[in-house]
């Protein structure tokens, strides 16, 4: 049998600093490594498997699908992808979807689109898109230069042209920054990768208010916040103002690879035959996973179980907060999407955690984040607790 540690650290690209972990089976909020040892996953993945791992009802629409059809060109109809896009429609801003494989790719069709949307009326003139500082839109060249972090950047360049960074929660630094040839302004409505960075109040309203002003396309990465993970189905819905173009991925597929970027009808317009396409996006197999996926996040009472374990979480960290004010300095999110800023190293502390059962993850070398399955319990939620007092009790 094969060394899994061995032969993925000597063969595999060396891009992950992996765990030595290797993990065989999960379910729910769990996940068995190869010794039978079980974990709790309050990563869901990465963020991914908001129904926790292997749901029934997404399994058994994928296994069906495999049964039926895996593949066909998107020369072809296929009933999926119809009842997917019916699906997020009826509950989004948007009139139209375009799917795809992944987060960079839905961001990718975003500049796209909004790009030649801002050529499209103005002569050629309007390319310039405006991204936030500890933004994260992606690995492909176009989001890469979007995302707001020159760590990501380092030994790209040149990066592409056309893009201009500012502050995030910063509106007077945003108008500063547009031009004449400003087309578009993306956003994280709440930055992720970043820091579990939350908007203030009443920014991303400006936001919009100065897109219209200005005649700016303005777009959402949902890739992370979006289906549920903030307790409403799209985090836009908190602002009270809706984006031109929102994109999302992650949990789409309910575990498999899948992405989208949606947009409203004037916009949408601006790709025509030809102007975008992909050999695997709308894969029936994905959509079907993602419409069993979408059912239950709409028909189940998954949301509302994200906003009052999300509640009850917070309630917890605040206390902990209490408790160990030396190393937590702000508990911030929404729903389950939670930050916790320490004054500690974040991958000792994430190492620590899985020594004994726990999975999270860091950001911004301090920054704890956790990110359980939405459909998430008190229980769980005590454990992941637990866990932590004892570290930091120990520190
Ligand atoms: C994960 C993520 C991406 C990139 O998605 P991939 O599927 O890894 O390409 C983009 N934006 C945000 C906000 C993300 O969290």
Redesign the pocket.
């Given at each position: 049998m094969v060394n899994v540690v061995e032969t993925t650290d000597e063969s595999i690209f060396q891009t992950y600093k992996r765990y030595p972990v290797v993990l065989v089976r999960g379910k729910g909020c769990l996940v068995w490594d190869d010794k039978g040892r079980e974990y709790l996953d309050f990563l869901a993945g990465?963020?991914v498997c908001n129904l926790g791992h292997c749901h029934p009802a997404v399994v058994q629409a994928a296994k069906e699908q495999c049964d039926k059809l895996m593949h066909v060109s998107n020369y072809f109809y296929t009933e999926p992808q119809a009842a997917l896009s019916e699906l997020i429609i009826k509950n989004s801003f948007a009139d139209r979807i375009f799917f795809c494989n992944?987060?960079?790719?839905a961001?990718e069709a975003a500049l796209k689109l909004a790009r030649k949307y801002g050529q499209d009326h103005s002569d050629g003139k309007k390319y310039e898109i405006i991204t936030m500082n500890y933004s994260?839109?992606?690995?492909t060249f176009a989001?890469l230069t979007a995302t707001g972090q020159d760590k990501f950047h380092h030994g790209f360049g040149p990066l592409l042209p056309g893009f201009k960074y500012v502050p995030f929660n910063d509106i007077k630094a945003l108008r500063a920054a547009v031009s004449d040839i400003t087309c578009a302004v993306m956003l994280?409505p709440i930055q992720?990768?970043g820091g579990v960075n939350m908007p203030v109040k009443g920014y991303l309203k400006s936001v919009r208010e100065l897109c219209d002003e200005k005649g700016l396309l303005l777009i959402y990465?949902e890739?992370?916040?979006g289906l549920g993970r903030t307790g409403k189905l799209f985090a836009y819905e908190y602002a009270g103002v809706a984006p031109d173009i929102m994109?999302l991925?992650?949990a789409i597929g309910g575990g498999l690879?899948g992405?989208a970027m949606l947009a409203g009808k004037t916009v949408a317009e601006t790709f025509t035959t030809g102007s975008h396409a992909t050999t695997f996006g709308g894969n029936p197999v994905v959509m079907a996973a993602g419409v069993a996926t979408m059912k239950v996040l709409l028909e189940g009472s998954v949301l509302e179980n994200c906003r009052t374990m999300g509640a009850y979480f917070m309630e917890q960290l605040e206390k902990f907060k209490a408790k160990y004010p030396q190393f937590v300095k702000e508990i911030r999110g929404a729903g389950l999407i939670i930050g916790m800023e320490t004054t500690l190293d974040g991958r000792d502390i994430v190492s620590r955690c899985l020594e004994k059962g726990l999975i999270i993850n860091f950001t911004r070398d301090t920054v704890l984040r956790f990110l359980p399955p939405l459909i998430v319990e008190k229980q769980h939620i005590d454990r992941c607790m637990q866990v932590l007092d004892e570290i930091f009790a120990a520190l």
């Open positions: 990465i963020a992944s987060g960079a790719e961001n994260f839109h992606g690995r989001t994280e992720a990768e990465d890739v992370q916040v994109t991925a992650k690879p992405g």
